[in-house]
């Protein structure tokens, strides 16, 4: 590890230099700095600066972001209007990284693509323009939508997947200010900038998630992996589901395992919504959303338990 | 008495004393000590002015190192030095070895490989020092990596019997499949380390080993000193499962290390260098034929296997060893090859052979009786030979037919369809599945010291080790068996190379040799005390520290010193010896996405006399846990360009976690196998996991009608092939 200095925070406050870097629980970060992926020269602990309540807002609620995963999954407001948040939380990680891990920590995670956590490979995200050691290589949890020659990593996290689906929104201060960003558009696609996870700008923390006020409709949180507990997602699906008179009256659906983002598709909610449903109509929805799907070869299998995943959830959503 | 075991000793002289100790299912004496974080492991020991050393690992695949930057390193704070010595391991010791492994790190022979040693004044310094070394390298560029684009060469002569192509042929049923299973690794909780710690000319090391008697040789080989020299102490051990049967990286860096600075020297691997750099099981392509008549009698068995090693190791993943006893079948061909990969070294890794060879075996069983039509359980129970095929030796015992049966009530395997697909709750289609249980047994070479004290206390001594598995509880509990003494008055002393060699753990071979040595220095005080009391040994009768109703005490002016020994003999060639089992599991698989998840399992095992009927179910149950993992999720991900390991930590290294093992139900069946050692006991620390597997897999098919022939069955590979979820 190389020296860095370390600073701890009272409140939360931009960032005013370069090479400083917040940590919060540091699940993540630590982890990079051992690895030397990561080398700030100044740490900012905001662990201890406040910000961590949820509270009631505009008829939803917001979370601070130092609320930990763990009271976050826990509070009864949530687990009642959201439960999907308290899902996909719950679903992620073990209790033990629940307890420290963060919310604006767990938005910031960055990819688990094996390539970017060895400094000995190449890799455009974590050294830019030195290429793409996955793209031939194992990459077997790689992205296949939205992907670019650059880079197909995913964005691993579970927890926002289902802000996405929930349609919340990141709350950001910079120098300039408070900025609000749907969370939907919180993550980019890599292009040819894979180095960026998101769209938070040097000088940006997070200062909470709000949640617009609760929909009706049955939340699912479908996560599929390898082993039944503590392994990213494959897939993962975060579902809102109204149906009214036996037909699908509201659907918003994110996914996770499948890009550099929670990803959501206006036109597979479209084919949904108002119809009745049926497993012909899950398979069109499916086509839709994996249309421009990619493998890479280790992955390829994504594409049918993409398929498969939206079918389950569909299946569970509109069931009596 | 010759110390080797050439006639099955009948008398069962455990059945006959008084203690009532053996077989009991006490806690182990150290259990405490570990849970509470006060059994000193190898790198906890605090040692004054200790240095501390990190190694660097290659960053090529195979090729020679030309250069190392020193200089910039060595002006970094606190570092003391910079070795890349020629008597440095380029690859860890295989078990059993007693003698140095393939030395000197210029040369590369897979990723990962230390190649240098960094010390200094503290670990932070040391990390740092380590990752910011340089090191020039001229690669080879046409090294392979990949198992599948190599060629294979016989790697002993194959074993035929009659003529196989001619049984498949003219067989009523048969079957010609392909299974693959990935390299695992033992990913033991305690990385391996050393502390070394020279006295002039003499060495201490702190380690964490299997066998000290074999790591000794092999430490004092590499460093060029004489045996009598080096100490290894080892008294606790965080898991090994093979990959600290040999001396490794850690030990050798350490005490050259500590040689040159005149001071100790630690050594600890990183999670990532017990991966990258430490035994790997191999990988293999397995090829099972099998053919029977219309009875369901097999006709034929074929058993091919192809596995990897570095090239010059001589170690090649017995895969067929226990397709030679389990079955009948008068047309065999059993037959293994070895292709060379520069990947880490492939050697022991728990139940070398059976591990990954039953479970395949076992799942072609599955297939074989499916196209015979007769129950699985009963297609193996017709197959079972009556003496060892081609060789016409005896079994020493088996009960598998007894644990196939007993283990069937207990399931519930009367409830399984015949049919697959016929059981759907919810999302999850449920199936279940068998599979047996084997492992062969071995008597190996051991000597414990047993002392009875003036004060009426035991004391037994080795250099056995315990990885957790239970040996200072067993060995305790055979000597206060043995000499009727309570249990808390047993004190054990293991885990010392200066103490008498014991056998050392693994092959499962630990508990039954070094405690038949401990039980042959017992019978020796046993005949002492009967002249003392001038009655016949037969005569004697020892309880709670009384002999023959009198205080042993008074017999005692001094403490009796007797040192047993064992020796594989006669009854090693003239049987054919192996513990046996049966497995039993449910399983649901997601009808949508292909998950797995085991729903529960049961194992029924018979290896001769239960010692301790705790630590024997806990073997058990891990063994199964393993079967779970190499069923279902282990595999060891290279990439094949550069044979860099993608899987070296326990996030990316998928071992099951609690929640993928559900309640696993353990039936120990009492045997007396008078052939395999004096105690009438067989191993078991291994069993637990050789077939699991193939359980799983048959659970697997018998829920969605998918046959995998790839191993662990992950939803990527079954849900292309999974019927349709909604119109099932
Ligand atoms: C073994 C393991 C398994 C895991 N499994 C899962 C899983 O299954 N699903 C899942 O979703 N996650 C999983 N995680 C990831 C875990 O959820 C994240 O590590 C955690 O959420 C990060 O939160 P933190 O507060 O610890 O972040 P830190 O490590 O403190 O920070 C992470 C990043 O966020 C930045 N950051 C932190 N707070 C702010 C802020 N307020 N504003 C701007 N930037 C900020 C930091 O600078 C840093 O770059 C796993 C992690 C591990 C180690
Ligand atoms: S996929 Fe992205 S993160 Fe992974 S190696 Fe390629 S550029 Fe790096």
């Known amino acids: 590890m190389r020296p860095f200095d370390y600073r701890r925070m009272a409140d939360l406050q931009p960032v005013d230099q370069p090479g400083d870097r917040l940590i919060a629980g540091g699940t993540n970060l630590l982890d990079l700095m051992k690895l030397d992926v990561e080398a700030p020269r100044r740490l900012l602990d905001i662990s201890r600066a406040g910000q961590d309540r949820i509270t009631e807002h505009e008829g939803g609620l917001r979370i601070g972001a130092l609320v930990t995963n763990a009271d976050c999954a826990a509070d009864p407001r949530i687990r009642a209007d959201y439960p999907l948040l308290a899902k996909a939380i719950l679903a992620g990680a073990s209790p033990q990284l629940r307890n420290k891990a963060t919310t604006g920590g767990n938005l910031c995670q960055r990819t688990r693509c094996q390539y970017f956590m060895a400094t000995d490979t190449r890799c455009n995200k974590r050294q830019p323009g030195s290429g793409c050691d996955a793209l031939q290589g194992v990459n077997r949890n790689h992205a296949i939508l939205g992907t670019s020659e650059a880079c197909i990593a995913t964005y691993p996290g579970d927890m926002a997947v289902a802000l996405t689906a929930l349609d919340a929104t990141v709350e950001v201060l910079g120098q300039g200010g408070t900025r609000l960003i749907p969370v939907a558009e919180f993550h980019r696609l890599p292009g040819d900038d894979p180095a960026r996870d998101n769209v938070l700008r040097d000088d940006e923390v997070i200062t909470g998630v709000t949640l617009p006020e609760p929909v009706a409709g049955r939340q699912i949180y479908r996560k599929i992996r390898d082993r039944s507990s503590y392994a990213f997602a494959l897939v993962s699906v975060g579902a809102v589901i109204k149906l009214r008179e036996d037909r699908i009256a509201r659907v918003a659906l994110a996914f996770g395992g499948l890009a550099h983002k929670p990803w959501r598709d206006p036109q597979t909610e479209a084919i949904l919504t108002g119809q009745p449903p049926s497993p012909a109509l899950f398979d069109q929805a499916a086509d839709a959303l994996l249309a421009k799907a990619k493998g890479r070869g280790g992955n390829d299998f994504k594409i049918a338990l993409a398929r498969r995943a939206l079918a389950a959830v569909l299946t569970e959503a509109t069931e009596e | 008495m010759s110390d080797s075991y050439d006639t099955p000793d009948q008398r069962n002289l455990l059945d006959q004393t008084a203690q009532g100790v053996i077989g009991q299912p006490l806690d182990r004496p150290e259990g405490a000590l570990k849970a509470c974080g006060q059994a000193t492991y190898a790198a906890e020991h605090d040692l004054t002015n200790c240095a501390e050393g990190v190694l660097v690992g290659a960053t090529i695949g195979c090729g020679r190192v030309v250069r190392i930057h020193r200089d910039e390193v060595l002006a970094m704070p606190g570092v003391l030095a910079i070795y890349a010595d020629q008597a440095m391991l380029r690859r860890n010791a295989q078990g059993t070895a007693g003698e140095a492994p393939i030395q000197d790190v210029t040369t590369v022979d897979y990723y990962g490989q230390p190649v240098a040693l960094v010390v200094a004044e503290s670990f932070e310094q040391a990390t740092a020092a380590a990752k910011a070394l340089r090191v020039d390298y001229d690669v080879t560029t046409d090294a392979d990596f990949d198992p599948a684009a190599v060629e294979y060469e016989p790697s002993e002569e194959a074993d035929e019997l009659g003529d196989l192509d001619r049984a498949m042929d003219e067989a009523a049923f048969s079957i010609d499949r392909t299974f693959t299973t990935e390299a695992h690794n033992s990913a033991a909780m305690e990385p391996h380390a050393s502390i070394a710690d ?99 009698r097999l006709t034929g068995i074929g058993h091919e296997a192809w596995v990897t090693n570095l090239p010059d190791e001589g170690f090649a993943e017995p895969v067929t060893q226990a397709t030679k006893f389990l079955y009948a079948g008068q047309n065999r061909r059993l037959a293994l090859s070895i292709g060379r990969v520069q990947l880490t070294t492939a050697g022991s890794v728990r139940a070398p052979g059976e591990a990954v060879g039953m479970q395949v075996l076992e799942a072609a069983m599955d297939e074989m009786a499916e196209a015979a039509g007769i129950d699985p359980i009963e297609f193996r129970k017709r197959n079972l030979p009556a003496e060892l095929p081609g060789e016409g030796l005896p079994y020493s015992s088996r009960m598998l037919t007894e644990a196939l049966d007993r283990g069937a009530r207990s399931f519930g395997w009367d409830q399984r369809h015949q049919q697959p697909c016929q059981r759907r709750e919810g999302e999850w289609w449920i199936g279940m599945g068998v599979a047996s249980a084997a492992r062969v047994n071995i008597l190996s070479k051991a000597e414990a010291r047993v002392t009875l004290r003036a004060d009426g206390g035991v004391l037994v001594e080795s250099d056995q080790t315990d990885l957790g598995t239970g040996s200072y509880a067993i060995l305790g509990q055979i000597a206060a068996e043995m000499l009727g003494v309570p249990i808390d008055r047993t004190d054990v002393a293991l885990g010392d190379s200066d103490l008498p060699a014991g056998a050392g753990s693994g092959g499962s071979w630990g508990a039954t040799s070094t405690g038949s040595a401990v039980f042959r220095a017992c019978e020796a005080i046993r005949a002492t005390l009967a002249h003392k009391l001038s009655v016949d040994v037969d005569e004697l009768r020892l309880k709670d520290g009384l002999a023959n109703d009198r205080p042993v005490t008074e017999l005692l002016d001094k403490d009796l010193v007797e040192t047993g020994r064992i020796e594989p003999g006669k009854t090693m060639k003239d049987y054919s010896q192996a513990s046996y089992g049966a497995f039993f599991c449910e399983a649901a698989v997601n009808a949508f996405t292909g998950e797995t998840r085991i729903r529960r399992m049961t194992g029924a095992f018979g290896f001769g006399r239960v010692l301790n009927a705790k630590t024997a179910r806990s073997q058990c149950l891990g063994g199964m846990v393993w079967g779970i993992g190499s069923a279902l999720t282990e595999a060891m991900e290279f990439d094949h360009r550069t044979g860099r390991l993608m899987t ?59 046959r995998l022939h790839s191993f662990p069955m992950t939803p990527d590979k079954l849900v292309g092939r999974l019927p349709d979820p909604v119109g099932a």
């Open chain 2, 198 to 296: 020279w006295d002039g000319r003499k060495l201490t090391l702190y380690g964490s080993f299997q066998m000290l008697k074999y790591n000794v040789k092999e430490l004092a080989d590499s460093l060029g000193v004489a045996e009598k020299n080096v100490r290894i102490l080892s008294p606790y051990i965080g898991g090994g499962f093979g990959s600290k049967l040999g001396i490794s990286h850690d030990a050798v860096s350490a005490a050259l290390a500590a040689r040159e600075l005149g001071r100790p020297v630690r050594v600890t691997l990183t999670r990532q260098q017990v991966f990258e750099t430490i035994t790997r099981r191999s990988e293999t392509r397995q090829r099972l034929r099998l053919a029977c008549d219309r009875q369901g």
């Open chain 2, 648 to 706: 070296h930590d326990l996030a990316e290294y998928h071992v099951p976690v609690h929640r993928d093992v559900p309640a696993i139900e353990v039936i120990l069946l009492e045997e007396r196998d008078t052939v395999a050692s004096p105690l009438q006991a067989k191993g078991v620390g291994e069993l637990g996991i050789c077939g699991a597997a193939g359980a799983v897999a048959n659970a697997i098919y018998n829920a969605c009608g998918v």
